[in-house]
């Protein structure tokens, strides 16, 4: 339980960090080398104002099609791996939590909760994200996987054919170590409440992995052997094949530069969407949200251009609509959200964000998702004094 009512994702952010063992904490929150993409990712939604219209009087409704389906507000949740060590069957509790709150939900080919176990407790496969791997026979094996447990989307991530650098990772060992380092263990013991709720499924690893030979045992050895099985020299021919071969829509995850969208769209490729990994693998490239107007602009109407990285708050969804996204991933602040009260927190993290954005959409004059995707980059302006973002997001 939240020990005074979180009005916030930032206030779920930080009993999360009160929650976690410091190392899970960071493993969350930490983003690639300096941080620099990390910070700007939620500090260029600052630089764009909403456009308010007083007045209108009309009833607001933030619904809207997202990965396919419509949703009470256009957003789902995006795939994030290891959710089931911030709280027990951590990928089950996100997606039922996702489902209350009428929106989907992308399962992580990292989860701790296999494929197997998820489908049957959550009844929808909204989307499932995959890594194309080195072997291309276990590639096959887990898009088989996904294939019979009746997913509908398949997202495969395109920005890590490295895993990302994290130095707080790094200094806790997590990814390098081979097991549980004693300063890992003192960590975990020091917070009690994470530990009382944790300690049967501290022997979990990745849940889609586990029988695979050489893959060890315990998350610390098989995240670190996983990493190492990323297929480093992924091409657009590689990622064509597999839409080739999924039968249902393919998203394309992890593009910021316009060519690379055309290429997406090229190889047939039902929608993109517009991240930077929350910061988490190129540390200086630009914010997701200076990268959208550009593509949006170019392309949309062509493939559902989705945009993930940096929103913590229903305004910077209204933000991201109107500079051309068809709907939103959330990322942490759902996962803080998990990790400090499971499915009720994520259940509350979802409530707060759309009644964010409803009161930013009623305050802002703009009626539905179609009404601000209409009117456009008219719902927002930028502040003045940043003209080298004016002429990143294309405003003149
Ligand atoms: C991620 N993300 C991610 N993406 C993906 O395609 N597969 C994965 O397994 C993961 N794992 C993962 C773990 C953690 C701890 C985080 C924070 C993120 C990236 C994720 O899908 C999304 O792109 C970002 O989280 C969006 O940025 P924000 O909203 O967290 O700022």
Redesign the pocket.
Known sequence: MLRRTAASVHDYRLTAQSILPRTLFE??DGGALDESTLAR?TADFEEIYIRQKVLRGEKVDPAGPVLGHIASFPVAL?????LGMLYPQGEILAFQAAHAAGIGACL???SVCSIEEVMPEVGDGDAF?L?VLKDPGRTEEILARATAAGFRNL?I?VD?THPGMRDRDLRNGYRSAARPSLSMLLDCAMHPRWFARSWRSLGRGLGNFAHWDGVGSGLIAQAAYMSRQLKTDLTWSDIEAVVKRWPGRVVV??VTDPEDVARAIGIGADGVVV?N????QLDGVMSSIAALPVIASRYSGEVEILF????RRGSHLLKALALGADGC?????Y?YGLAAAGADGVIAVLEMLRKELTMSMSLAGVTSVEDIKKRHMACVSLREARPNVSALVGFS
């Open positions: 493993y969350v990712n995006a795939p994030i791996g290891s992580s080919s990292f994200q890594y997202v991530t890590t995850k992890g991240s990994h929350g910061g988490r993930d990285s940096g929103i991933l959330l990322g942490r602040s996962a």
